[in-house]
């Protein structure tokens, strides 16, 4: 079982639609989530992280975190053209630093 | 956050050859990080780079394989040694700027080195 699972995709949403990102991770030893976003021949750009349960808003976008269901998510409101890009999401922590991403899910907000 | 500047962005190399990829960060610097992104596949860290340290690289990649340079805080190299077309890849460095708990850091990334390999 891979560590960190996210789907695909692609997601193709008209533009003003809310869009929702989802990803599972495995080892509940590390509670540290962070939400990338990466658009075609850029590197990574950070979009939020987050270290326990709940609820994280920034602007039109959410992160969420269900530690019982290990499951964590990204919500994007009033999507844009400008927000078509893959997002990646990962889990950090230990003392390595390391960070384990899912493989991204490709999205795309048609106009 | 902080300017990560990579060197080359691209390039199209011959199997059996080696390439080295620069990464210049504007602040000084403790970690930094190198990872392949291959199509299809998660970011997958190579190795983690320490001013003053070997780098500790992850399994299934050797420093013969990935020999890394990190000579001060704001500078970094990965070689790519004897090519073959599997390497074919992005590769990427990153930094963690800020200490945190417990290691949890985010981290930022350069845009990356588009490597093919013939």
């Known amino acids: 079982q891979k560590e960190v699972e996210q789907d695909p995709g692609p997601l193709s949403v008209p533009e003003g639609a809310i869009v929702s990102l989802n990803c599972t991770y495995s080892?509940?030893?590390?509670?540290?989530f962070m939400w990338y976003r990466q658009y075609s021949r850029k590197g990574p750009e950070l979009l939020m992280y987050?270290?326990?349960?709940g609820n994280k808003e920034d602007g039109r976008f959410t992160a969420q975190v269900d530690k019982s269901s290990k499951y964590i998510s990204l919500f994007i409101r009033d999507s844009q053209p400008s927000d078509s890009a893959t997002y990646l999401c990962?889990?950090?922590?230990?003392?390595?630093?390391?960070?384990?991403f899912g493989k991204g899910t490709l999205l795309t907000v048609n106009p | 956050s902080a300017v990560i500047s990579q060197k080359p962005s691209r390039d199209i190399c011959q199997r059996g050859t080696s390439l080295t990829i620069q990464c210049q960060v504007d602040?000084?610097?403790?970690?930094m990080f190198w990872y392949r992104q291959q199509p299809g596949q998660s970011l997958t860290l190579i190795a983690t780079?320490?001013?003053?340290?070997?780098?500790?690289?992850e399994s299934g990649f050797v420093i013969d394989k990935f020999p890394i340079s990190r000579p001060n805080l704001t500078f970094s190299t990965l070689t790519v040694s004897n090519m073959s077309p599997e390497d074919s890849s992005i590769y990427l460095c990153?930094?963690?700027?800020?200490?945190?708990?417990?290691?949890?850091?985010?981290?930022?990334f350069g845009d990356g080195t588009r490597l093919s390999i013939l």
């Open positions: 990153s930094v963690a700027l800020e200490r945190g708990l417990a290691g949890n850091q985010p981290q930022h």
């Open positions: 080892n509940s030893a590390f509670q540290y």
């Open positions: 987050t270290y326990s349960s």
């Open positions: 990962a889990r950090g922590g230990g003392s390595n630093y390391k960070l384990t």
């Open positions: 602040s000084q610097v403790t970690m």
């Open positions: 780079a320490n001013q003053g340290s070997e780098a500790t690289y």
